[in-house]
């Protein structure tokens, strides 16, 4: 519920989710050659107020990947007919400084945007990078505390 706030805080969720169903789908994807479990989220009541939300979690944001979530919220839109907002979680980095630097960075330095103007409503990435500087404050942004969460690795 803290993600749902912080992204309405953030003008991207205008009005609660009322009815989502989560559920493991037995179809399996190709992703990369390889076959990956998908859950699916299936939004009852998806509207132009409530535009289907986009989450991908990505280990390094290259061109492929950037294209593949392209190609995701293509197939969003064509089954809800409306732009969906993308949140990518970014767990390494980006393929290069110059790719890193076609992003812009938004809410004091947490997020960074990518222009979407005509496959979703808007692009949003989380990276590891963009906690540095918040870490050390007394209460942590709720999407600051999800990127540490997500993206600090420990070996087991």
């Avoid at 293509?74 to 630097?101: C, D, E, H, M």
């Avoid at 990078?129 to 918040?134: A, F, T």
Wanted: hydrophobic fraction near 40%.
């Amino acid at each position: 519920m803290h993600i749902l706030r912080e992204l309405r805080r953030n003008g991207m969720v205008h009005h609660r989710f009322r009815r989502v169903a989560v559920a493991p789908t037995r179809c399996r994807r190709r992703v990369d050659d390889q076959e990956q479990p998908r859950t699916r989220i299936r939004l009852t009541e998806v509207t132009k107020s409530i535009p289907p939300l986009l989450i991908e979690i990505q280990y390094l944001v290259d061109q492929d990947s950037m294209l593949r979530l392209v190609y995701y919220a293509s197939s969003t839109y064509v089954s809800y007919k409306a732009l969906p907002l993308a949140l990518v979680i970014v767990t390494k980095g980006f393929s290069s400084t110059a790719f890193r630097r076609e992003f812009t960075i938004i809410s004091n330095g947490s997020l960074l945007e990518a222009s979407c103007a005509f496959w979703a409503k808007q692009c949003l990435l989380l990276s590891a990078d963009s906690k540095v500087g918040h870490l050390n404050q007394t209460t942590l942004d709720p999407m600051v505390a999800l990127g540490h969460l997500i993206t600090s690795h420990h070996p087991a």
